[in-house]
């Protein structure tokens, strides 16, 4: 049995602001500024992603 070579994963985390932290991985992106999570992916990503984060299925929810 061979076993996939496992890709190295390349992200940088940089503080953007005083409260804001941002953490860039090849094509997503995500912020954080200590109460908020906003997350942007590439396109090459919808439909394949599930989760906390919602569906990127391209329906738009802001719950209470």
């Known amino acids: 049995?061979?076993?996939p070579r496992k890709k190295r994963?390349?992200?940088r985390i940089e503080k953007i602001s005083e409260d804001m932290?941002?953490?860039n991985l090849d094509s997503i992106e995500v912020r954080f500024d200590g109460y908020?999570?906003?997350t942007h992916m590439s396109r090459r990503y919808?439909?394949?992603q599930c989760g906390l984060c919602g569906h990127?299925?391209?329906e738009?929810?802001?719950g209470n």
Do not use: H, P, S
Request: charged share 25%; hydrophobic share 50%; aromatic share 24%.
């Open 60 to 62: 738009v929810y802001f």
């Open 56 to 58: 990127f299925d391209g």
């Open 21 to 23: 932290i941002r953490v």
């Open 1 to 3: 049995i061979e076993f």
């Open 36 to 38: 908020t999570v906003k």
């Open 46 to 48: 919808q439909e394949q």
């Open 9 to 11: 994963l390349n992200f």
